[in-house]
């Protein structure tokens, strides 16, 4: 029967070839959208989870607060109440937090013969690599030998390594910093851009010591990086290290913070929410076109009825059941739903690869994406399609005979 019913469902949709392709497009638009989200968001997934790795382990960070004048903010880092003593305080008295190094940044000029490179420093601590999980592909970080003696050695982000050096070895070379000389002792594995476009591999990092008296003539921090025991106690963490600071810093209740603790969970989970609501926006979008191409079909199965009237008559005085008619009708409603399917996951599968390429996301289609596109194929050709095929099976013989 299922075969009967294929050959004439394929004879009847190609007779009208134009009215059935466009309620295939309907349904192909509406699978290709699923599709598409189903494969670009687990790519989008997997791309944040990584950013999230490459930020660092655990981590949380104090960052200096805005200080006011006259009432307006001064933004982000401007005040000087964080030292390296409140780093020191962190790190004894919390007991969440496993590392801690401090941070002074500041935008140098470094060069290397006859090659410059306008790049962001940062004075850390050796802490701060396994803190933000950075790798060497050659050398090692400084030690806190380096840091006591306010040492001359730097570390290269990979931006910075290409930029003066080409394919040439760092190590040992000398470079200049804001006229300084150092010692490249150690080069990064690229990371690559962040969730917010900027390039992770375009630093310089140096013992902050060094960086606070001889590169920025300061004894305050921008920020206070730090690693704890697990994800599970960041909010422990961040409520303590508050705790201490208000203290440290006398801060009394009601007055504003001279500093703020973030982690990466809070950007990341900020994009993913950008995300999923791009992803609702797309499946609503897929929604509509399916409803859409499941109106299609409605119509072009109501009008085969009309037009087929004396050949349904004439099918049943011969013997023809009210089931077999309606399985041969609703077997053109899924037939044409399945098309569309098809078409769609072609169509899916071709725009999530190439909006991956474009993204350079390691995009891979996912089997349950292609299973929910096909179940939504077939229950979009049944819903649609049982009340012509419904209405065609009721028909009363003679009357269909007589149809004009």
Not at 223 to 236: A, E, Q
């Amino acid at each position: 029967m299922l075969q009967v019913v294929y050959r004439e469902a394929t004879r009847a949709l190609g007779r009208n070839k134009l009215r059935s392709g466009l309620s295939v497009l309907g349904i192909a638009v509406g699978i290709a959208a699923v599709i598409c989200v189903v494969a670009i968001g687990e790519a989008g997934s997997a791309q944040l989870q990584q950013q999230l790795r490459n930020l660092g382990d655990n981590m949380v960070w104090v960052e200096a607060g805005a200080a006011r004048v006259a009432g307006v903010s001064r933004g982000v880092g401007s005040t000087k109440s964080l030292v390296v003593s409140d780093a020191d305080a962190i790190l004894r008295q919390v007991p969440e937090f496993t590392m801690i190094s401090p941070n002074a940044d500041h935008p140098v000029q470094v060069i290397y013969g006859n090659q410059n490179w306008g790049t962001s420093m940062h004075g850390v601590a050796p802490e701060y690599f396994p803190i933000r999980n950075f790798s060497f592909d050659q050398g090692a970080s400084f030690t806190n030998d380096n840091v006591a003696r306010a040492d001359n050695v730097c570390v290269l982000g990979n931006t910075v390594r290409t930029q003066l050096f080409g394919g040439e070895d760092p190590i040992g070379r000398e470079i200049r910093i804001n006229k300084l000389p150092f010692t490249v002792i150690g080069d990064l594995i690229p990371k690559g851009q962040s969730g917010s476009g900027q390039d992770q591999d375009d630093l310089v990092l140096i013992p902050y010591t060094t960086a606070m008296k001889k590169i920025m003539g300061v004894t305050w921090l921008d920020d206070i990086f730090g690693s704890v025991r697990s994800s599970d106690v960041i909010p422990l963490a961040e409520q303590q290290a508050t705790d201490l600071l208000h203290e440290r810093h006398r801060i009394r209740p009601g007055q504003p913070d001279d500093f703020k603790i973030r982690h990466p969970e809070d950007v990341v989970q900020t994009e993913m929410a950008a995300n999923q609501s791009l992803s609702i926006f797309l499946l609503s979008l897929g929604a509509i076109s399916l409803l859409v191409g499941g109106i299609g079909i409605l119509n072009v199965m109501l009008a085969s009825v009309v037009e087929r009237t004396r050949e349904i008559g004439v099918r049943m005085a011969v013997g023809a059941t009210e089931r077999e008619v309606k399985a041969q009708f609703l077997g053109e409603a899924v037939l044409l739903s399945l098309v569309g399917a098809a078409v769609g996951i072609a169509l899916g599968v071709a725009t999530a690869l190439t909006l991956g390429a474009a993204m350079r996301w390691n995009t891979t289609i996912p089997l349950s994406g292609v299973f929910l596109a096909v179940v939504f194929a077939i229950t979009i050709g049944v819903t649609f399609g049982y009340y012509p095929a419904r209405l065609a099976a009721r028909l009363d013989p003679i009357e269909a005979l007589r149809f004009e």
